[in-house]
């Protein structure tokens, strides 16, 4: 059934409306962080914590009073009409910029902050640079236009994450609920084996995908279209600039919150595909990807924050839609997350917990969709034959 088939079509929102600034400024609350991650700095003590806050708790605790948006944006909105939507990513980059290095600068000089202080305002930092800044990333990676993609290089750089963009693009999306794509969490993997896993196979598997591209035009990985030249190149001079404006301490805090921001990326990725697999159907071969292989949730507030990355089962199924676009499913498309993000991946920081709330549904996943499977096993330890 398409979207437009849909019983629930006729709650569509107008492209008229979509293209209203007033519908846009609630995702424009993301900027909030920046000023936040300020006051921390200044003040110190636990006001160091206030973005962390905000940011876990504050959109959590909205939600609950806000409830779920089942709402539709018309398929039809042109791009002329998403322009809010569209500047929205793209003003964040020199905004995140500007803050992250006068932060650098500020506290590395700052006499009142103390060890602990000035750690805690970059871990602050590094939440908001992978809550916001990586998602913004994500977003601009997907589009078409190369002014787009650079700019979702440089806040991958700013981060040291740069290869998600090949990864991401090359891997995530093509191989999804596979055991070739290392981001799909597998049942019963708590998150403490997931991360390092997923540090290291992601990296690797960037690295192959773009090796076998050039290679198909006979040319060698050292070719200069090779985008990690660019990769490395960024990162230095992320790098090199931390150093300018921070010295080696810079160097140091400028990676705690690298570190921080990419934690908090993969404890989204770990949420988003927790246990689902798509159906081998022999030789190599697996079913295309469906809305079923991603956790939807409809939060509102989370929604807001990170730019409807929530509805990730249709951003699988339809990875070009601008996220204005993106389509929320109900439980008989889309398997459904209880709660949003933020709230989803701290419980992924207690295997125990997110296992009693995630298992169970992972379970009624299989017996809906895929009742004549009776062996999980080769799934589960993801020894199913690698997709050609």
Not at 87 to 98: G, K, N, R
Not at 187 to 212: C, D, I, M, T, W
Not at 247 to 261: I, S, T, Y
Not at 315 to 340: N, S
Request: glycine share 6%; charged share 15%; proline share 6%.
């Amino acid at each position: 059934m398409s979207i437009a088939e849909r019983p629930d079509a006729q709650t569509r929102i107008p492209a008229a409306r979509v293209a209203r600034f007033t519908a846009a400024a609630p995702f424009f609350l993301s900027f909030l962080l920046i000023p936040l991650v300020w006051i921390g700095a200044i003040q110190g003590g636990l006001w160091v914590l206030l973005v962390p806050l905000a940011t876990w708790y504050l959109f959590s605790a909205i939600d609950t009073l806000a409830g779920l948006n089942t709402a539709n944006a018309d398929l039809n909105t042109t791009e002329d009409q998403l322009f809010w939507y569209r500047l929205l990513t793209q003003i964040w980059v020199p905004l995140q910029f500007v803050t992250l290095f006068g932060l650098l600068y500020y506290v590395t000089r700052a006499d009142h902050l103390n060890g602990w202080e000035i750690y805690g305002v970059m871990f602050g930092t590094g939440v908001m640079t992978g809550t916001v800044g990586i998602v913004y990333a994500h977003e601009l990676l997907h589009q078409r236009n190369a002014r787009e993609r650079w700019l979702a290089d440089i806040l991958l750089a700013m981060v040291l994450y740069s290869h998600f963009r090949s990864e991401h693009l090359l891997v995530h999306h093509r191989y999804v609920g596979t055991p070739r794509d290392p981001v799909t969490a597998r049942y019963n993997e708590g998150f403490h084996r997931f991360y390092p896993r997923v540090l290291r196979q992601s990296l690797h598997s960037s690295f192959r995908a773009e090796k076998a591209m050039l290679a198909r035009k006979s040319l060698p990985w050292t070719h200069r279209s090779n985008p990690f030249w660019r990769y490395w190149a960024l990162q230095a001079a992320m790098l090199m600039l931390a150093y300018v404006v921070g010295g080696w301490l810079g160097v140091l805090l400028f990676a705690v919150q690298a570190g921080v921001a990419i934690w908090q990326l993969e404890l989204v990725n770990y949420v988003e595909h927790y246990g689902l697999t798509r159906r081998h159907l022999g030789e190599g071969k697996y079913e295309h990807v469906q809305p079923r292989h991603s956790w939807n949730a409809s939060h509102t507030a989370t929604n807001w924050l990170m730019i409807n990355l929530q509805r990730h089962s249709d951003h699988h199924y339809k990875p070009d839609r601008r996220f204005p676009l993106l389509q929320t499913y109900t439980a008989d498309e889309a398997p459904q997350l209880p709660y949003g993000y933020p709230l989803m991946a701290m419980a992924a920081l207690v295997p125990p917990v997110w296992k009693r709330v995630m298992n169970p549904k992972v379970r009624a996943w299989r017996a809906r969709y895929y009742p004549d499977i009776t062996d999980w096993t080769p799934y589960v330890q993801a020894s199913t034959p690698p997709p050609r």
